[in-house]
């Protein structure tokens, strides 16, 4: 990356937004930030903010995200997820600038045994998964200059997730049930933020698509299991309950889920030199640093 090139980190309110920003900030890095202030569905409006900046790289972090909620409002899911993903990759393309753009395990069926490699065909179950696929044909379709990262089951202490989620369940309920039967890998938001922030940095161009996520096969209940313990040893719970293990069938979505989308992961270091460590690891280290942010013990 040339020295003078601008970074724009778009979607920077959302969870992995805050934590690339803080990460950038932390390495002592200027970048520009954008959220709804500026609608990547709006061309205009994305190539207003770029002028006079001479953007390099854009970082993508405007997103979809609700699940469920796509199945009612599919074209909103797709405005965000495919249109805003191809104006930015045009954009990226006309400026010159590389994308940084984030997809999901939930384009894949997860009903084989293997993991899914970068090379295996797309068959999303849900609308949401739909829209993140048509997102990704349209960057491959848009520019040549893009870093395509599938994650799965992402977590970070900014935002709402699956961590916080349990962590209140814990602390309110007498009993909590999750699914056993959906297996995948955890995603530790601030080591995928250390990763792609050193991607800029070494201004890598082994452009292409990229799996990532920490090492480690396991299901809902796995991850449930780990966090109270975790949330017990940091003082974030108080008391153990019973943790109760279901099949998907007794846990009824609007969208149906991927059952075995598990991401085969390797090529991200192999290319990249990225840093993967197991979930278990990640997940210590995520609430030393909630720890460290709510300013308590390290």
Known sequence: MKPAAGIWLTGAEGMLGKQLAAEFAARGRAF???DRDVDVRDPRALREFSRGKNIGWIINCAAYTAVDRAEEEPELALAINADGVENLARLAGDL??????FSTDYVFAGDQAQPYRESDAPRPLSRYGWSKQQGEERLAAGTGAYFLFRI?????????N???TMLKAFGEKEKVRVVNDQFGSPTYAAMLAANVVGLVEAGSERYGVYHYCDR?????????????????????IQRKIPLEAIPTSAYPTRAPRPLRAVLAGGKAERELGFQVCDWQRNLEE???????LEGGRP
Not at 96 to 101: E, I, N, P, R, S
Not at 152 to 160: M, N, Q
Not at 216 to 236: H, K, P, T
Request: hydrophobic share 55%.
């Open 32 to 34: 520009h930030a954008s």
């Open 96 to 101: 010159g600038a590389t994308l940084v753009h």
């Open 152 to 160: 799965s089951w992402l977590y970070g202490v900014f935002g709402p």
């Open 162 to 164: 699956f961590v916080y």
């Open 216 to 236: 480690g096969v396991i299901s809902w209940w796995d991850f449930a299991a780990a966090i109270m313990e975790g949330g017990l040893r940091a003082g974030m």
């Open 286 to 292: 995520f609430f030393r640093e909630k720890a460290r």
